[in-house]
């Protein structure tokens, strides 16, 4: 079996989400998407805290079911993964991802620095 190749690299992926130039959903900033000035929602969940955020929105609606638990090792070297992922690419294509997503950053309380980046504040 042939292992898979994508057409495209992680940098030039980055660089047509920064530009704006998907029409893919999945990368447009929520808040984009999501009217969060109109909709009260009132829970938003994070990936990075999916167990936790899973737990709560099942007890919240009286549910008597478990959320299926991940993997704290497949965790922490994904983490790893990402953080490579992001070493070598150009500061400025970061920095103009933080722009573009700014809000969705701030909105939801996410860190605005990329994994593995001391180099790039937070502002």
């Known amino acids: 079996m042939t292992p898979y190749k994508p057409d495209i690299t992680f940098k ?15 990368w447009t900033p929520q808040t984009k998407l ?8 009132d829970f938003i969940g994070h ?5 936790e955020d899973a ?3 099942i007890k919240s609606i009286g549910l008597n079911v478990t959320f299926p638990h991940s993997f704290p090792s497949v965790k922490h070297k994904t983490k790893q993964v990402i953080d490579t992922w992001y070493k070598d690419l ?22 605005k620095r990329p994994p593995g980046r001391q180099d790039i504040a937070e502002d």
Not at 12 to 26: N, Y
Not at 97 to 110: A, I, N, S, V
Request: glycine share 4%.
């Open 55 to 57: 737990a709560a929105v």
């Open 34 to 41: 999501c009217n969060f000035c109109d909709v009260k929602y």
């Open 47 to 51: 990936m990075e805290t999916v167990e």
């Open 12 to 26: 030039q992926f980055l660089e047509c989400i920064a530009s704006g130039s998907s029409s893919d959903m999945h």
């Open 90 to 111: 150009p500061r400025e294509l970061l920095v103009s991802l933080q722009k573009r997503f700014q809000t969705d950053f701030e909105m939801h309380g996410f860190s």
